[in-house]
Structure formats: C-alpha cells, structure tokens
C-alpha cells in the first residue's frame, strides 16, 4: 500500500503530466530518485522512445560524494548524451518531486551542460 507521500507524489505526478509532453522538437527530460540512486531520461512521448539516459547506478560511474555531488554528475552526463543525440531543448518533468534538492542540482547542472529548459 502506498504512503500518504506516495500518494501526493502521484497526485502531483499526473497534474504535471497532463501538461508536459515531450515532442520530437522538445523532448522531456524526467527524472525518478530513490533513496539510493537518481536517475534521468530524455523521452519522446510521440513517438515512445527514449532518446537518452543517464543514471548514478552505471558501471563507467565513479560514487564520489554524497547524493548531490552525485546528482550533479548525473545531469552533466545526461547533457552530454543529449547533446551527443543533437538535443538542445527540452521540457523539465520534475515526475511530482519538489524542485529543491536533488533534483534541483540536478536541472542546474543539465543547464551548465548545455540543455535549454
């Protein structure tokens, strides 16, 4: 069964939803944190696809610092893909998380690498 924070989240989640859409043009840039891990994804909703990804579970990622030095690298490298993809602008969809935190260093950091939102 799901937390009251839970369910707030996907209350907030589908409110966000209904009003960001990744196109071909300006994809979605989505994020999902757990306790541990962060993780973010370019998404294309028309056609389905995900563009590019990055997250803080990869092999080729060194754990240094804590979860917001870890957040920062995670939005750098999913910059980097992006722009690897020939992606510059895209549609921030915080999936129901507060913009603070995490998830804020993270939206910076994908900003110093290059992506407009």
Same mark, same amino acid.
């Given at each position: 069964?799901?937390?009251?924070?839970?369910?707030?989240? #996907?209350?907030?989640? /589908?409110? $966000?939803?209904?009003? !960001? =859409?990744?196109?071909?043009?300006?994809?979605? &840039?989505?994020? #999902?944190?757990?306790? /541990?891990? $962060?993780?973010?994804? !370019? =998404?294309?909703?028309?056609?389905?696809?995900? &563009?590019?990804?990055?997250?803080?579970?990869?092999?080729?990622?060194?754990?240094?610092?804590?979860?917001?030095?870890?957040?920062? &690298?995670?939005?750098?490298?999913?910059?980097?893909?992006?722009?690897?993809?020939?992606?510059?602008?895209?549609?921030?969809?915080?999936?129901?998380?507060?913009?603070?935190?995490?998830?804020?260093?993270?939206?910076?950091?994908?900003?110093?690498?290059?992506?407009?939102?």
């Amino acid at each position: 069964m799901a937390t009251k924070k839970e369910i707030r989240r #996907f209350k907030l989640k /589908k409110v $966000i939803r209904k009003n !960001v =859409i990744g196109t071909h043009e300006r994809p979605r &840039l989505t994020i #999902f944190r757990s306790n /541990k891990e $962060i993780y973010a994804q !370019v =998404i294309d909703d028309v056609k389905g696809a995900t &563009l590019a990804s990055s997250s803080s579970r990869e092999k080729t990622f060194e754990k240094n610092g804590n979860k917001m030095e870890v957040a920062v &690298l995670v939005g750098k490298l999913i910059a980097e893909r992006a722009k690897m993809a020939e992606i510059n602008t895209v549609v921030f969809d915080r999936n129901g998380y507060l913009y603070h935190g995490r998830v804020k260093s993270l939206a910076d950091a994908a900003r110093e690498g290059g992506l407009k939102f």
